[in-house]
């Protein structure tokens, strides 16, 4: 059963920051890591599949990367509507899994 | 254009019984997995399940097996979350969400369904 540990669980930052958030399988998912946010209130959105690749209509200040089992999300310079909690998903295997998410808050 | 039109809220009582469904639109509903995903008040999500409405396949989280059965029905494009008997921790907001050729994940999502469960 893979495990995903998303780190850190919340993070406040200013605009205009740049923002890091962390994910890693406990064992290997390939390129098998999805991001997504969710607004207060709303149903989860894909933002990036296959670990770095933009869903089309995401802006490009967000982007993802992958080295081994650690996967990142990187917002490059944050903005007031990236207020939400992000989650890490594996689906190399059936059912995917969550990581436990990240929520942003503006300073 | 993908479309997952979920049922409505719901109010039962401990020990009722449920089935919620989620109706899919705009693509080959038989041939792409599709799921259920909870998330209780202030929690984060979890995938309950996936189904894949062409032969029924189905696989359950662990933490869900033998509490709830996720059923579909090609013939109407809907899947199925069901409860035999409900408990108050059932309370939640319930996600479906379906398979993208495109990506590979599941990208496409219902709106959701509140499900409140207290005497």
């Known amino acids: 059963d893979i495990q995903m540990t998303q780190s850190p669980s919340s993070l406040s930052a200013s605009v205009g920051d740049r923002v890091t958030i962390s994910c890693r399988a406990s064992?290997?998912?390939?390129?098998?890591l999805a991001w997504f946010q969710q607004k207060p209130g709303k149903a989860p959105k894909s933002l990036i599949y296959a670990a770095s690749s933009l869903q089309r209509g995401v802006p490009s200040r967000f982007s993802g990367s992958r080295s081994g089992t650690n996967f990142t999300l990187t917002i490059s310079s944050l903005q007031p509507d990236d207020l939400a909690t992000y989650y890490c998903q594996q689906y190399n295997t059936n059912p995917p899994r969550f990581g436990q998410g990240t929520k942003v808050e503006i300073k | 254009e993908v479309r997952l039109v979920q049922s409505g809220a719901e109010v039962k009582k401990p020990g009722e019984s449920l089935k919620i469904s989620c109706k899919a639109s705009g693509y080959n509903f038989a041939n792409y997995w599709i799921g259920w995903v909870r998330q209780m008040p202030g929690r984060g999500l979890e995938w309950m399940g996936i189904i894949y409405p062409s032969d029924s396949d189905t696989r359950y989280s662990p933490s869900f097996r033998a509490q709830v059965i996720i059923s579909a029905d090609t013939s109407i494009a809907t899947a199925y979350l069901q409860w035999s008997s409900l408990r108050a921790s059932d309370t939640a907001m319930y996600y479906c969400?379906?398979?993208?050729?495109?990506?590979?994940?599941?990208?496409?999502w219902g709106q959701g369904t509140l499900v409140s469960v207290s005497s």
């Open positions: 064992q290997g998912i390939s390129n098998y």
């Open positions: 969400a379906s398979l993208s050729e495109t990506t590979a994940n599941f990208d496409y």
